[in-house]
C-alpha cells in the first residue's frame, strides 16, 4: 500500500486552494461540501459556474504567507513552477499538499468519491489509473443504491440504543446483519421510514432474528439483459426463491442468486403452467415462510402483466412488497426496432392495447384507435393480425397505414416484418414467427429504414 486512506475532519478548518480554472474550483466546491472555510487563490477565476458557497476568493498571486495556518492545500494551476512552489512551502510547513495530476509533488492524493453520505466509499489506485479508479467506481454506483446513505443515516440514529439492548458484539453484529439486509433496510429504501423504524423496534424488543418474509414484484425487460435496472438486479441478488415465466430469458434468470431456488410458474396465452390463482396463492404462501420471494415478470408487471393482481393478495395478507418497474416491450422493442414510438410530424399520441382474442374477437375502441398520427401498440396481437388490420381500416385508417410486427424485440432472435395494413396479414414469413410478437402501427414505422441500428448475429 503506497498511501493511507483516511478520512480527514475538515468541518471549519481553513484549507487553501490555489488556481482559478474549473479543476481548482471543482476541488474548492469538494473542500466545501465536506464543510470546510476554503480561501481560492488566483489572479483571476476562469470558470463557467459560481463558486462554492462560503468560499473566499483572493484575486492575487499565491505566496507562501497564504498558507499559514492552513490545514490543507490543493495547488491546481496551470504553471509548473507555481505549482512546484507550493508544494515545497506546504511541505516545509508540515502541511499536507495535493498537487492536481502531479504525483510527485504531492503527500496526499484526492480519491474518486462515491458518495451516498453519511456513507461514502473512496477509490484510489495511488496515482497509477484515475481513469481506473474512476471507472470502478462507476460500477460500484450500480450495485450501492443511492438510498443506502438514508440506510446508514437511520442507522446511525439506533446505534446507541441497540448497544444498550444488545451487550453481546456478535449477536448485536447479527442483528445489524439482520436490519441492513432485510425487510428493514428495503423498507427505507422504498422511503416508508416510519414502518422501519416499528420493524426494528419489534426486531429489538423480541430479538426475533429470523427473516420476514417478503416479495419482489420485478420487471425484467424484454429480453436484452443490459436492460435490467439496478434496483431490479440487486433484488434478483437478494432473493431465496424465483417465480419467473417464459417472457423471461435464461439469460436473465441465471443472474439470480445462485443458490436461489427457482421455480418455472410459465405462462403461455391459454396453456398456464399454473394458473394465475395459485401464483397468487403461491407468493402469499412462500412470504408467510419468512422467504424473499422475487417474482420476476417480462417487461413491466403493470403493463400487461397481471401484476396488480398479484400483490392484491399479498395487500391483502399484509405481507411487504415491492413493485420494480421495467423496461416494457412497447418502449424496448421500438427502440431496438429503429421505430420512435413519437415523432413530431407523424405522431403526437401513442396507445397500447392487447389484441388478445376473447371468443374469437377482440373487444377494442376502434374509433379511437383509428385516429390520425397516433401510434398504436399491440401486445398479444399475433392471432389477432388479421381482424385488427381489417378493423382499423373499417374505422377509417388509410390501407397504406405502416404496420410492423417485431418478433423476440432486443435479443439475438429479433426479426422485423413490414407492411402495410392491407398487406402485412397476407406475407408468408408471418407464419414463422415465434412469440413474443410485438405489433406497430402508424407513421413512424417508416422510420425504420433509417433509423435501426440493432444487429442481431444472423
Ligand atoms: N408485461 C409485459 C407484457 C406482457 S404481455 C411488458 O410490459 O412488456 C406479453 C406480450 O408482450 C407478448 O405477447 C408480446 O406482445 C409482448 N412482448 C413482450 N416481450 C416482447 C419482446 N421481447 N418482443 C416482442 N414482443 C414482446
Known amino acids: 500500500m503506497d498511501y493511507l486512506p483516511i478520512f480527514l475532519n475538515v468541518k471549519g478548518k481553513p484549507c487553501l486552494v490555489v488556481g482559478g480554472g474549473e479543476v481548482g474550483v471543482r476541488k474548492a466546491s469538494l473542500l466545501s461540501q465536506a464543510g470546510a472555510q476554503v480561501t481560492l487563490v488566483a489572479p483571476k477565476l476562469n470558470i463557467s459556474d459560481e463558486l462554492p458557497l462560503g468560499c473566499t ?17 490543493i495547488a491546481a494551476t496551470d504553471n509548473a513552477s507555481v505549482n512546484e512552489q507550493i508544494s515545497l512551502e506546504a511541505k516545509s510547513r508540515n502541511i499536507p499538499v495535493n498537487v492536481v495530476d502531479c504525483p510527485d509533488l504531492c503527500t496526499f492524493i484526492l480519491p474518486s468519491i462515491l458518495d451516498r453520505s453519511p456513507l461514502v466509499v473512496a477509490f484510489s489506485t495511488g496515482g497509477a489509473s484515475p481513469v481506473l479508479a474512476r ?9 450501492i443504491p443511492q438510498a443506502y446513505g438514508r440506510l446508514a443515516a437511520f442507522a446511525e440514529r439506533f446505534r446507541l440504543l441497540v448497544k444498550q439492548k444488545i451487550p453481546t458484539p456478535s449477536q448485536r453484529r447479527l442483528f445489524w446483519e439482520e436490519v441492513l439486509e432485510g ?7 422504498c422511503g416508508d421510514e416510519v414502518t422501519a423504524e416499528s420493524m426494528l423496534f419489534e426486531q429489538l424488543n423480541h430479538q426475533k432474528l429470523e427473516n420476514s418474509g417478503e416479495v419482489y414484484l420485478v420487471g425484467a425487460g424484454p429480453g436484452d439483459p443490459d436492460l435490467l435496472t439496478f434496483r431490479a438486479l440487486r433484488l434478483m441478488q437478494k432473493a ?12 436473465i434468470v441465471d443472474m439470480t442468486r445462485r443458490d436461489a431456488q427457482r421455480i418455472y410458474v410459465g405462462k403461455k396465452s391459454g396453456n398456464h403452467t399454473l394458473p394465475q390463482e395459485e401464483i397468487n396463492a403461491l407468493l402469499v404462501r412462500l412470504a408467510k415462510q419468512g422467504k424473499r420471494v422475487l417474482r420476476l415478470k417480462g417487461g413491466d408487471p403493470f403493463i400487461f402483466g ?29 427502440s431496438y426496432a429503429g421505430i420512435p414510438l413519437t415523432h413530431r410530424d407523424y405522431a403526437q399520441s ?31 396481437g399475433l392471432q389477432g393480425l388479421e381482424i385488427l388490420c381489417s378493423q382499423l381500416i373499417a374505422h377509417g ?26 398487406t402485412l396479414s397476407q406475407n408468408p414469413l408471418i407464419g414463422q414467427l415465434q412469440a413474443p410478437t410485438l405489433i406497430i402501427i402508424g407513421g413512424v414505422v417508416n422510420l425504420r429504414s433509417k433509423l435501426s441500428w440493432f444487429r442481431v448475429g444472423h
Open 306 to 334: 397481471r401484476g396488480g393482481e398479484e400483490i392484491e393478495k399479498l395487500a391483502e395478507h399484509k405481507i411487504n412488497f415491492q413493485v420494480v418497474p421495467g423496461i416494457t416491450a412497447a418502449s424496448g422493442v421500438s
Open 350 to 380: 401513442c396507445v397500447f392495447v392487447t389484441g388478445h382474442l376473447k371468443d374469437g374477437s377482440m373487444e377494442l375502441d376502434w374509433d379511437l384507435l383509428a385516429r390520425p398520427k397516433q401510434t398504436i401498440v399491440v401486445y398479444m
Open 183 to 189: 425487510a428493514v433496510a428495503e423498507k427505507i429504501f
Open 240 to 251: 431465496d426463491i424465483v417465480l419467473y415465466d417464459n417472457l423471461v430469458s435464461k439469460a
Open 135 to 143: 471507472l470502478l467506481r462507476g460500477k460500484l454506483e450500480t450495485l
Open 57 to 73: 476568493y483572493l484575486a492575487e498571486n499565491f505566496q507562501p504567507a497564504l498558507l499559514d495556518g492552513k490545514i490543507l492545500a
Open 397 to 422: 385508417l388509410p390501407e397504406s397505414t405502416p404496420i410492423a410486427i417485431v418478433q423476440q424485440g432486443t435479443t439475438q432472435n429479433q426479426r422485423v416484418i413490414g407492411g402495410t395494413l392491407s
